[in-house]
């Protein structure tokens, strides 16, 4: 039989699935208040901003804090770093003090007193441009140290301009020293002495930008004050978030006309182009804003700590705001496209469009467009090319494309999907109730066990996006414990909110043509019940076969569904054969089909029926092997 086929093959060709850790991090969304996303600006994070406010003369390495080994072995140059003696490692011909001239020039700058030390630190920056090495990244350092003692004798200026040069270059120190200043000189009442300054001006706006929550409102007015009296502004467009964020439309118009081009700038038009009911203008503005902060964001270390990069990054944010325009906009496709660009972010936001907006074909046509290869065991927790191929198989087996739904399935998937899918498919070949009911139990012990990898929703109601561990719409809800046990916790209950909904009638249609068989968590549990108690209705009621499958219907909801577990109980009781050993809902022997033939009516001949649809089942088992060695030749053709 095809049943029996499909279960060899499930067990000869399903690998071993190794166990997970469990754990995500908590989703960002901009779908839960689509609303709020497109009017909010976000506040920036001053770490980052404040590796934007100049542009490094020179690219200076920037080292870590581990030690480094220098190639001058047997050298002189190296005799006399050791012995303390830095002057006498200058006086050395260039060529004999390649790896230790920058060494000594910044050690002279640690051991000499001011103003000394400060032309001394300079002198390694020279040395480096000259093209002596610089292995240790101690030029970039020499920024910071040079700017300290500059502050210490309170020229807060040239240390302002020093520790942005250190900032842009990349070095851990830079931002955080530049924050220290900014907040020291607001305290002190002196911000208009850096405000007179480029960059000055420049730090005290991103400050104000991206920290205003640590002054009071008399401290943030006075700031605000002194930055609009300039004689000439500098950051304007920063001035301008400034003025959108406490809603100040017509001041943050005012602002934002006399900015640039900047990607900051660009987003402020957008957003207000956006209050403003100018879409397309909107649009445009927000493309600039992408286009500038992939250039920007693009260019962080994702290695090189917490603050290293946006979190999240700016250019995703500005993809998720015109996703959400597309999407109110019935631009489907162009919404899927904004977000892919920021999967790593909004993974959830692109399993919703993805499976719930987006038509079977639309997905499929965006998935093959990615050209990413046969697809393979994707990482939970994570949104990639294989996760979002995932989708769309279990999509497919779904809605029943069971043979084109192989191709995009990972390979631990595929033998349980062919599996289910040679028994859903073989139901259709045969008119013996008997039959039917072996078939459809057996879609159930699949639907069960490996339901949410070939039939689980990446996003609600499964989660199979966070291998079903999380669900975001979850939330405890404390209630009285009125348990007198005290070694029982009932002092709280799981609540759903559904925060993922469509956003308009056009998309509310799509979203609900594209449910699953169940909205509940787990919903291939439910359809496992389905399944199993459809096999129960095309049973004799004496037969414990009949009783089997409501039991094994009544074990897929034990924890998700007590009270369908109860009726399913009492359908038993009422209707089920009293001679039956066995503990319902818990313990269920395999059903003894052939046995239940001897209760029908009449005599039935089910082998013509039982063949035809074991030749069916075969042939959908062949189809799909065939598509899916196609599929796999023609990308192992490319390059």
Same mark, same amino acid.
């Given at each position: 039989?095809?049943?029996?086929?499909?279960?060899?093959?499930?067990?000869?060709?399903?690998?071993?699935?190794?166990?997970?850790?469990?754990?995500?991090?908590?989703?960002?969304?901009?779908?839960?208040?689509?609303?709020?996303?497109?009017?909010?600006?976000?506040?920036?994070?001053?770490?980052?901003?404040?590796?934007?406010?100049?542009?490094?003369?020179?690219?200076?390495?920037?080292?870590?804090?581990?030690?480094?080994?220098?190639?001058?072995?047997?050298?002189?140059?190296?005799?006399?770093?050791?012995?303390?003696?830095?002057?006498?490692?200058?006086?050395?011909?260039?060529?004999?003090?390649?790896?230790?001239?920058?060494?000594?020039?910044?050690?002279?700058?640690?051991?000499?007193?001011?103003?000394?030390?400060?032309?001394?630190?300079?002198?390694?920056?020279?040395?480096?441009?000259?093209?002596?090495?610089?292995?240790?990244?101690?030029?970039?350092?020499?920024?910071?140290?040079?700017?300290?003692?500059?502050?210490?004798?309170?020229?807060?200026?040239?240390?302002?301009?020093?520790?942005?040069?250190?900032?842009?270059?990349?070095?851990?120190?830079?931002?955080?020293?530049?924050?220290?200043?900014?907040?020291?000189?607001?305290?002190?009442?002196?911000?208009?002495?850096?405000?007179?300054?480029?960059?000055?001006?420049?730090?005290?706006?991103?400050?104000?930008?991206?920290?205003?929550?640590?002054?009071?409102?008399?401290?943030?007015?006075?700031?605000?004050?002194?930055?609009?009296?300039?004689?000439?502004?500098?950051?304007?467009?920063?001035?301008?978030?400034?003025?959108?964020?406490?809603?100040?439309?017509?001041?943050?118009?005012?602002?934002?006309?006399?900015?640039?081009?900047?990607?900051?700038?660009?987003? /402020? *038009? =957008?957003?207000? %182009? #956006?209050? &403003?009911? +100018?879409?397309?203008?909107?649009?445009? $503005? @927000? !493309?600039?804003?992408?286009?500038?902060?992939?250039?920007?964001?693009?260019?962080?270390?994702?290695?090189?700590?917490?603050?290293?990069?946006?979190?999240?990054?700016?250019?995703?944010? /500005? *993809? =998720?705001?015109? %996703? #959400?325009? &597309?999407? +109110?906009?019935?631009?489907?496709?162009? $919404? @899927? !496209?904004?977000?892919?660009?920021?999967?790593?972010?909004?993974?959830?936001?692109?399993?919703?469009?993805?499976?719930?907006?987006?038509?079977?074909?639309?997905?499929?046509?965006?998935?093959?467009?990615?050209?990413?290869?046969?697809?393979?065991?994707?990482?939970?927790?994570?949104?990639? $090319?294989? !996760?979002?191929?995932?989708?769309?198989?279990?999509?497919?087996?779904?809605?029943?494309?069971?043979?084109?739904?192989?191709?995009?399935?990972?390979?631990?998937?595929?033998?349980?999907?062919?599996?289910?899918?040679?028994?859903?498919?073989?139901?259709?070949?045969?008119?013996?109730?008997? $039959?039917? !009911?072996?078939?459809?139990?057996?879609?159930?012990?699949?639907?069960?066990?490996?339901?949410?990898?070939?039939?689980?929703?990446?996003?609600?109601?499964?989660?199979?996006?966070?291998?079903?561990?999380?669900?975001?719409?979850?939330?405890?809800?404390?209630?009285?414990?009125?348990?007198?046990?005290?070694?029982?916790?009932?002092?709280?209950?799981?609540?759903?909110?559904?925060?993922?909904?469509?956003?308009?009638?056009?998309?509310?249609?799509?979203?609900?043509?594209?449910?699953?068989?169940?909205?509940?968590?787990?919903?291939?549990?439910?359809?496992?019940?389905?399944?199993?108690?459809?096999?129960?209705?095309?049973?004799?009621?004496?037969?414990?076969?009949?009783?089997?499958?409501?039991?094994?219907?009544?074990?897929?909801?034990?924890?998700?569904?007590?009270?369908?577990?109860?009726?399913?109980?009492?359908?038993?009781?009422?209707?089920?054969?009293?001679?039956?050993?066995?503990?319902?809902?818990?313990?269920?022997?395999?059903?003894?089909?052939?046995?239940?033939?001897?209760?029908?009516?009449?005599?039935?001949?089910?082998?013509?029926?039982?063949?035809?649809?074991?030749?069916?089942?075969?042939?959908?088992?062949?189809?799909?092997?065939?598509?899916?060695?196609?599929?796999?030749?023609?990308?192992?053709?490319?390059?």
């Amino acid at each position: 039989m095809a049943v029996g086929l499909a279960i060899a093959l499930a067990a000869a060709l399903g690998p071993e699935r190794p166990a997970t850790a469990c754990g995500p991090d908590f989703p960002v969304s901009l779908l839960r208040d689509r609303g709020q996303a497109l009017a909010e600006l976000p506040e920036g994070r001053f770490v980052v901003e404040a590796a934007e406010l100049v542009t490094p003369a020179r690219r200076y390495a920037v080292v870590g804090a581990e030690p480094v080994e220098v190639d001058d072995a047997d050298r002189e140059e190296r005799r006399r770093y050791l012995a303390g003696d830095y002057a006498g490692v200058l006086a050395l011909p260039a060529a004999e003090r390649q790896h230790r001239s920058t060494w000594a020039a910044y050690m002279l700058g640690r051991t000499t007193g001011w103003p000394a030390a400060a032309g001394y630190y300079r002198q390694v920056r020279a040395l480096v441009d000259a093209g002596f090495a610089d292995d240790a990244g101690l030029a970039a350092s020499s920024l910071g140290q040079e700017a300290r003692l500059h502050l210490a004798h309170g020229d807060r200026v040239t240390a302002v301009r020093l520790y942005a040069e250190q900032a842009a270059l990349g070095h851990p120190d830079g931002a955080p020293s530049l924050l220290i200043v900014a907040r020291a000189a607001i305290a002190d009442g002196a911000e208009a002495g850096l405000i007179a300054d480029p960059t000055g001006q420049a730090l005290i706006a991103t400050y104000l930008a991206t920290r205003r929550v640590e002054l009071t409102d008399a401290e943030a007015a006075r700031v605000w004050e002194a930055l609009v009296a300039a004689p000439r502004l500098v950051v304007p467009e920063r001035l301008a978030a400034i003025a959108y964020q406490e809603g100040a439309w017509d001041r943050a118009t005012a602002l934002v006309a006399r900015a640039g081009a900047s990607p900051l700038a660009s987003w /402020v *038009r =957008g957003k207000l %182009a #956006l209050r &403003a009911g +100018d879409r397309p203008a909107a649009d445009r $503005a @927000m !493309a600039a804003a992408e286009q500038g902060y992939a250039e920007r964001d693009g260019a962080c270390d994702q290695d090189g700590g917490y603050d290293a990069c946006w979190d999240p990054r700016r250019v995703d944010r /500005v *993809r =998720g705001d015109r %996703a #959400l325009v &597309a999407l +109110d906009d019935g631009r489907w496709l162009d $919404a @899927m !496209a904004h977000l892919w660009g920021s999967h790593g972010t909004y993974a959830s936001d692109v399993a919703y469009v993805a499976e719930r907006v987006l038509t079977i074909d639309e997905l499929a046509r965006f998935v093959r467009g990615l050209d990413a290869g046969a697809p393979g065991d994707h990482d939970e927790f994570a949104m990639d $090319a294989d !996760a979002l191929a995932a989708i769309l198989g279990r999509r497919m087996m779904r809605a029943g494309r069971y043979a084109e739904a192989l191709a995009y399935l990972p390979a631990s998937a595929r033998a349980p999907a062919m599996a289910y899918a040679a028994a859903r498919s073989a139901l259709a070949h045969t008119d013996d109730p008997i $039959a039917q !009911a072996e078939l459809l139990y057996t879609a159930s012990l699949f639907a069960r066990k490996d339901g949410l990898a070939i039939l689980g929703t990446a996003a609600a109601p499964d989660w199979e996006l966070y291998g079903a561990q999380y669900d975001p719409d979850a939330r405890w809800d404390w209630v009285e414990d009125t348990d007198p046990d005290p070694d029982v916790d009932n002092g709280h209950e799981i609540v759903r909110v559904e925060r993922l909904v469509p956003g308009g009638a056009a998309e509310a249609g799509r979203y609900v043509a594209s449910a699953p068989a169940s909205t509940r968590r787990y919903h291939y549990r439910h359809l496992a019940a389905d399944l199993a108690e459809a096999a129960a209705d095309r049973l004799p009621h004496r037969s414990q076969a009949y009783a089997m499958a409501l039991c094994q219907a009544a074990t897929y909801v034990h924890s998700t569904d007590p009270e369908r577990e109860q009726r399913l109980w009492r359908r038993y009781v009422r209707t089920g054969p009293a001679a039956v050993s066995f503990d319902f809902g818990i313990d269920c022997p395999a059903p003894e089909f052939a046995r239940a033939r001897r209760y029908l009516p009449r005599h039935r001949a089910p082998w013509p029926a039982l063949i035809g649809g074991g030749v069916a089942g075969l042939a959908l088992i062949a189809l799909a092997l065939t598509l899916w060695r196609r599929r796999q030749r023609r990308f192992a053709a490319r390059p």
